[in-house]
């Protein structure tokens, strides 16, 4: 299978959005990823096969930071490389905005995401109780420097 990694258009938001309702029980709005599109300080990618959406994950620059926003993968692709291949991406993305810090937040419990982001040298730096909803959970909020 090609996989390609691609700027998010319109064209795809929708494919996103169904990505997010499956894997997250708070997903973005479509008006969200919209937004990202048009924001000159955020990157939006997705990995795509042929015009399938597998994954998607998202980038902010916030006083010269980046946040790290909506990593996401298909379930039927998930512990195939496609995650990792997308957030290799977007931190050299970041990289060439400038971006030396990144961070983000990820549920306690998901030990798969954290353990992808550990081995990209993003450590676990502090707690956001009750973060999260339905259900409520911490978040373990992690930098890249």
């Known amino acids: 299978m090609e996989i390609r990694i691609s700027p998010l258009t319109e064209e795809w938001v929708d494919q996103v959005c169904v990505l997010e309702e499956e894997a997250f029980s708070m997903p973005w709005h479509k008006e969200s990823f919209l937004e990202m599109i048009e924001n000159p300080d955020a990157c939006y990618l997705v990995a795509l096969s042929g015009e399938k ?3 998607s994950c998202g980038l902010r620059e916030i006083a010269g930071e980046g946040e790290i926003t909506n990593v996401v993968t298909a379930k039927d692709y998930r512990r195939q490389g496609i995650g990792r291949m997308l957030l290799a ?28 982001y550990k081995s990209f040298g993003f450590v676990e730096e502090g707690v956001r109780p009750g973060f999260y909803e339905k259900p409520r959970e911490d978040a373990l909020i992690m930098w890249k420097r």
């Open 53 to 55: 959406v597998l994954a």
């Open 89 to 116: 991406q977007i931190l050299e993305e970041g990289k060439k905005r400038g971006l030396s810090a990144f961070t983000l937040e990820v549920r306690c419990s998901n030990q798969a995401a954290i353990d992808l």
